[in-house]
């Protein structure tokens, strides 16, 4: 497995369009994605510094991982995301380490991206996730 930086920073918002104000017009970044990801029930939206990315995550249903994250624990960080080159690998590569996992095998994300999460409960309580190309 290698990871080769942080892919992106996931926050849970409850408004998106009140966030990416915020985004732009106080901190000065500029928004350039925008994407439903229906079976993850979650609206996103992507801003880049640097080499890394901020995801801005907007419930599109309550009873969805976003819903149940910020009527729990409010808005906030979310997940943390690394780039890796097979995301099957490095789930698999951890597991054999002893971590738990909510995704066996790498599914559909955004931005065309495969990804795979890392329980938190195995995780010192950031739920990490895994991004690659393939």
Avoid: W
């Amino acid at each position: 497995m290698n990871i080769s930086h942080i892919e992106h920073i996931g926050i849970a918002v409850k408004d998106l369009n009140e966030a990416i104000q915020y985004y732009e017009g106080k901190l000065g970044l500029k928004c350039y994605a925008v994407e439903e990801v229906a079976d993850q029930k979650v609206k996103t939206a992507f801003f880049k510094v640097g080499d890394t990315k901020i995801e801005l995550l907007e419930s599109t249903d309550p009873e969805g991982p976003i819903g149940k994250f910020i009527e729990k624990k409010g808005p906030g960080v979310h997940h943390l995301a690394f780039a890796v080159d097979n995301v099957d690998e490095a789930l698999k590569s951890v597991e054999e380490k002893g971590v738990n996992l909510i995704d066996k095998q790498k599914r559909k994300g955004a931005e065309g991206l495969s990804i795979g999460f890392l329980h938190p409960k195995s995780t010192l309580g950031v739920l990490t996730e895994f991004c690659g190309e393939e």
